[in-house]
């Protein structure tokens, strides 16, 4: 079945270094979305890309959605603690847009 | 004030009994979920209802049961027959994907379900 896995798993910065957490698809995505899920709470919607090669900022956070539409990234400039939480990337299962497979998550620690 | 609402927050039960999730959505939307997400791991889907009345499971079901009587409302009964229970349950509603439109999920806080 449709697989999509994140890498690091966890990462552990200091507070002012960049983050980036990437995210590969088994299957070409139609779109992909991005969810943070703070410690202990549930996962918040962030952003959703649909065109190959698409590039997208919320302030100091930047998606980007592969050519190939089969991966993506989201890059953190300069971390603050309040980026702490697990970062999920979602994409529609094979033959159907009701539903998301997500990622396995990317949980970043940042210290001060 | 829009959103889901999940309940209880914590839930104690026995091993052998079914227990029942609540979820309620004021967000009028269709698309409803049902997620599993055991310490340090991902969601993975239980159960979807895309209208009231119709139901569909996800890649997790055995074990599991859901209704869709109101458009608001979609409960999750865990049964005896569930293996390993304890987890945290997420429910979630989006639009229909039909009405194209962006159909991200909103989730609700969350029942972390125990049972020993």
């Known amino acids: 079945g449709q697989q999509v896995m994140q890498i690091p798993q966890y990462q552990h910065v200091q507070e002012g270094e960049d983050f980036t957490t990437y995210c590969n698809s088994s299957?070409?995505?139609?779109?992909i979305q991005w969810y943070k899920q703070r410690p202990g709470g549930h996962p918040v919607f962030l952003i959703q890309?649909?065109?190959?090669?698409e590039v997208k900022k919320q302030k100091r956070l930047t998606f980007q959605f592969g050519e190939a539409k089969k991966n993506s990234s989201l890059h953190i400039t300069a971390t603050q603690t309040t980026d702490v939480g697990t970062y999920f990337c979602?994409?529609?299962?094979?033959?159907?847009?009701?539903?998301?497979?997500f990622g396995t998550g990317t949980r970043l620690q940042v210290t001060l | 004030d829009g959103g889901i609402t999940q309940s209880p927050k914590y839930l104690f039960r026995k091993e052998g009994q079914n227990v029942t999730l609540s979820c309620e959505q004021n967000l009028n939307h269709d698309a409803m979920y049902w997620y599993r997400q055991d310490p340090g791991q991902g969601l993975r889907l239980i159960y979807y209802?895309?209208?009231?009345?119709?139901?569909q499971k996800g890649d997790i079901a055995e074990g599991y049961s859901v209704s869709r009587e109101k458009k608001e409302s979609f409960p999750l009964t865990v049964t005896s027959a569930q293996k390993n229970p304890t987890a945290f349950y997420l429910c979630?509603?989006?639009?229909?994907?039909?009405?194209?439109?962006?159909?991200?999920?909103?989730f609700g806080p969350g029942t972390r379900l125990t049972v020993t």
């Open positions: 890309l649909v065109k190959s090669g």
């Open positions: 209802s895309q209208i009231v009345n119709d139901f």
């Open positions: 979602a994409g529609p299962q094979t033959g159907t847009a009701s539903k998301l497979t």
């Open positions: 979630a509603s989006s639009s229909n994907p039909g009405t194209g439109g962006l159909y991200e999920q909103y």
């Open positions: 299957t070409t995505l139609s779109n």
